[in-house]
């Protein structure tokens, strides 16, 4: 079994900075990409941000220049340093990874429990 859990949600004002984590944990062989997805209310999930193992990334154009994603390949986390959040940043954050593992053997996308980031104006 793998598993994703996150951290670093929370409430701030617009302007303003969050940093979120995310650990992979379990009978991990190895990790191809990991990213950052995010889902507002009413809306449909989408990729915030994306890095593969050796550090190639990819950014929605609606964060690009604010947003950072990073990576330990060591530890197995993610991570997704968030600065000049907007309003509309506002959605529940969750962590995705492309595990290759060890029993079962197989490759598999595993996600997170998700986080709540809010952004108020």
């Known amino acids: 079994q793998v598993q994703l859990v996150e951290s670093g949600g929370g409430l701030v004002q617009a302007g303003g900075s969050l940093r979120l984590s995310c650990a992979a944990s379990?009978?991990?062989?190895?990790?191809?990409?990991m990213g950052w997805y995010r889902q507002a209310p009413g809306k449909q999930r989408e990729l915030v941000a994306a890095i593969t193992s050796a550090g190639s990334t990819n950014y929605a154009d609606s964060v690009k220049g604010r947003f950072t994603i990073s990576r330990d390949n060591a530890k197995n986390t993610v991570s997704l340093q968030m600065n000049s959040l907007k309003p509309e940043d506002t959605a529940v954050y969750y962590c995705?990874?492309?595990?290759?593992?060890?029993?079962?053997?197989?490759?598999?996308?595993?996600w997170g429990q998700g986080t709540q980031v809010t952004v108020s104006s």
């Open positions: 379990g009978s991990i062989s190895s990790i191809n990409a």
């Open positions: 995705n990874a492309a595990v290759i593992s060890i029993i079962p053997v197989r490759v598999a996308d595993y």
